[in-house]
């Protein structure tokens, strides 16, 4: 039972770096989200997307672009990386949209920006 | 979304029953009331929820009063492993929501 599976776990990159975070599910759920988390701020939408070759803004988008090329498949993309962007990036996804489909999590990407 | 209320930190033996409990006294009739977790270094993990029902599955039974302004999240034998920060969320809308989590409460299961 993989669910939702991140990839990379961790990653330390230097400012103005580019790198792609995967995340694969195989509950073949429609809706799929990316969150950061930080200390003291709690989860935050970054993007989201509602089905294959979709993608909208969430909370707090500016930095990131996404890909949903497949439905199983949702990426995050950090053009050009800050420190600011340092955070634990999770996945999420969900059969559905609406308040009674539950969203089911990743274990999380560690990103680090020197 | 309501607002709900936790206490910040709980202790629980081993083996024993873990109730937690959740207020959100200004639910409104279509939110659903939603529990996860968050064990150290992983991601949020999907336990529960429910309606105005009260509902079980092989995690934990969630207990919604009736009037809906309070619930209790059950773990009917716990174990070390649930040991984590456990948030109670409430949920309204159609399309894509972002969860918004609080900050929780912190079960301690002792040995």
């Known amino acids: 039972n993989a669910g939702v599976t991140q990839t990379p776990k961790f990653r330390v990159l230097k400012t103005g770096q580019s790198m792609t975070l995967l995340c694969a599910q195989d509950?073949?759920?429609?809706?799929m989200y990316w969150y950061r988390q930080d200390p003291g701020m709690g989860l935050r939408l970054i993007h989201y997307s509602v089905g294959e070759g979709t993608t909208a803004k969430g909370e707090v988008p500016d930095g990131y672009n996404v890909s949903r090329l497949k439905k199983q498949n949702f990426l995050l993309g950090l053009e050009s990386a800050a420190p600011s962007q340092t955070s634990v990036y999770f996945c999420?996804?969900?059969?559905?949209?609406?308040?009674?489909?539950?969203?089911?999590f990743g274990d999380g990407t560690r990103l680090s920006i020197l | 979304d309501a607002k709900t209320t936790q206490p910040p930190s709980m202790d629980c033996a081993e083996g024993r029953a873990a109730n937690l409990p959740c207020n959100h006294s200004t639910i409104s009739g279509n939110e659903y009331v939603y529990w996860y977790r968050q064990i150290h270094s992983q991601g949020p993990q999907y336990i529960i929820h429910?309606?105005?029902n009260n509902e079980t599955n092989e995690m934990a039974s969630l207990i919604i009063t009736e009037d809906r302004k309070s619930s209790t999240l059950i773990l009917p034998h716990a174990t070390l492993r649930d040991t984590a920060v456990y948030y109670c969320i409430v949920r309204v809308g159609e399309g894509a929501d972002g969860l918004t989590f609080g900050k929780g409460t912190h079960l301690i299961i002792q040995p």
């Open positions: 429910g309606l105005k």
């Open positions: 999420a996804s969900s059969y559905a949209g609406g308040s009674n489909q539950p969203q089911h």
């Open positions: 509950m073949n759920h429609e809706y």
